[in-house]
């Protein structure tokens, strides 16, 4: 914003270099000290929009789209969609809210996707009617929503990545891989496919006890929604990382993983973190202790290496 003619400063392009050398050091002596530095220095806070993308057993399932700016670019923006972890029965669809306005800032058009959760209205679980096949029947059809709705939505249909922590690791595999589990309503002309995947304490074998708790009696169906199982080739480029102390998804477990995406010829870049746990950003409340700034700038690499990151913000 530029000071009027009459002002006693006169127009910006006057402003003594000194002056404007001071008024920079200001604003970084406020950003230093935690204040917020002058209105046209902040950094713009993507605004989300609310849109429900599903109706299904009486639920209406909601999305928060972020936006970069009003401007839609032809060719349309580069998306990513996250869902949240929480073992398909708790979490909430804001843990990544901090996430997608770090990547709308970017450039990139961002989506935190609600799922159908398998708890019951008293909190107890798990819900006889909603297991994994459900949580991933919402998966892909977020996807299928996101690219029948690309253009509306300032969308490149072909530069669509998909990311999850933990189980939303999981629905995000599975919308690459478990194509016999798809809603009824839902259109198989549009593909759920992602264009890459962003993968934070994945899990990547439902084989395991608390899965089979949750699938209940529907346990026969938990191979449907396993990705290890149901790996095949042709997949897009991934990215992984994974505590190498992870006690709820065991490390071994994405190293099978790694071996058999290698051996079918599929790109996976896992990057192992040592000594950490399950939540790769432990005592970051800003990122839901998913991660870091330096497991997102990694994540940045990846995606300019892949040709996503977006060049004109």
């Known amino acids: 914003m530029r000071p009027p003619a009459d002002h ?15 008024l920079l050091v200001v604003a970084g002596a406020c950003l ?8 046209d220095l ?13 109706h299904v057993a009486g639920q209406e ?4 789209v972020f936006q970069p700016g009003p401007e839609r670019p032809k060719e349309g923006r580069p998306a990513i969609a996250f869902f949240h972890g929480g073992g398909w029965v708790f979490g909430r669809p ?12 970017l450039g990139f058009v961002t989506f935190a996707f609600q799922y159908r959760l398998s708890v019951k209205p008293d909190g107890t679980y798990p819900h006889p009617e909603i297991t994994l096949v459900e949580s991933v029947k919402d998966a892909r059809s977020a996807i299928r929503w996101l690219r029948a709705n690309a253009a509306e939505l300032g969308v490149d249909p072909h530069k669509i990545v998909v990311a999850g922590q933990s189980a939303g690791g999981q629905l995000a595999w599975s919308t690459a891989l478990c194509d016999t589990v798809n809603e009824i309503n839902d259109d198989p002309a549009t593909s759920p496919r992602p264009d890459a995947l962003l993968l934070y304490s994945s899990n990547y074998n439902t084989m395991e ?9 529907r346990r026969a169906e938990i191979w449907s929604v396993s990705p290890y199982h149901n790996l095949k080739r042709g997949l897009p480029p991934a990215l992984a990382f994974h505590g190498r102390k992870d006690a709820m998804v065991p490390y071994f477990s994405v190293q099978l993983f790694a071996a058999k995406m290698r051996e079918l010829g599929n790109p996976f870049e896992l990057v ?6 399950h939540y790769l950003g432990e005592g970051n409340d800003k990122y839901a202790r998913y991660f870091n700034e330096d497991t997102l700038e990694r994540t940045d690499a990846f995606l300019r290496q892949i040709g996503f990151m977006p060049e004109n913000r």
């Open 8 to 22: 006693p400063l006169g127009p910006a392009r006057a402003i003594h270099p000194r002056l404007r050398w001071n």
């Open 32 to 39: 230093a000290l935690g204040a917020a530095p002058p209105p």
């Open 42 to 54: 902040a950094p713009v806070q993507p605004a989300m929009e609310m849109r429900t993308y599903k």
């Open 61 to 64: 399932l909601q999305v928060g």
């Open 94 to 105: 804001s843990e990544f809210h901090e996430a997608c306005r770090r990547y709308a800032r």
């Open 209 to 217: 006890v608390w899965a089979d708790l949750i699938m209940d009696k």
């Open 272 to 277: 192992t973190l040592e000594g950490l746990d």
